[in-house]
């Protein structure tokens, strides 16, 4: 029988940046804050996937005694919405996510305390940036397939696109000629790279469905951020460099994704060149979701590193 884990869920006021509206932040516990052990906090990709599919972590709380706190950013999820906001490249800025992440570290008293980062896809940008502001209390940090520089992600994409079958290619580009995305055929091409680059398993857990799902109930953030898919980047995030400030990150780090990621080595090796304190593993029976498709191996990797083995 499986032990059922200690949780305990709130929400914290945030004074979004920008926003004419009260906004709150949700946030889940597991385990308790005032164990020995520093949580670590997970910051969820998307932008506005949420933080279900960051479900398998809840293993380090089993495992290592690590207490974990999820959290879905702003824009998705049980925190405030903004579709009002769709397309406001100000409001949908990396200060505002930073300044909810710090919201929550302060509101939750965890300064002087100490935490850990880790941060997925999205959530790993924001985990790098986050790190190269020095904050006080964070004591190690993970990006796990999260790109340093989005100009390389999409040239490391653009290469996995060239690798697919000749049929699959033509369809996606006549999508993104005619900008249909919304056709049966686009869907199936699509979802040839999704299987290969995103997610591997053949039956895609009740986890991961609900992220495709908070998406696509409220696209904003997304659109506006990113883009309409992962291997079509228009939003504002396109040209950002984060190696550029990764010199300023002082806690160790270690770097993670998978053989066949989405995230490939290209945009990944930034972080390695220029994090002075970095570790990087990647997981060769993985795309985008490893903790996920080696949740296992990925576990272990990131359980030793935070408790120190």
Known sequence: MTATLSTTEGEVAFAAPGADKPCKTWYKVV??????????????GGPGAGHEYLSP?????RDYGIPIIFYDQVGCGRSTHFPEKMGDVEFWSFNLFTQELDNLIDTLNLREKGFYLLGQSWGGLLCGLYASRRPKGLQKAIVASGPASMPLYVEGVNRLLAQLPSNVRKV?????RTGDRESSEYEKAAAVFYSRHVCRLDAKPDDVQAAFKNLKEDPTAYLTIQGPSEFVITGSMKEWEGWQDAHNIEVDTLLLNGRYDEVTDLCMSPWFSYIPRVKWITLENSAHLAHWEDRERYIQVCGDFLCGK
């Open 31 to 44: 385990g308790s804050l005032d164990s020995d052990r520093l949580p670590l906090i997970a910051l969820h």
């Open 57 to 61: 972590l809840t293993d380090l709380h």
């Open 172 to 176: 996606l580009e006549e999508g993104e």
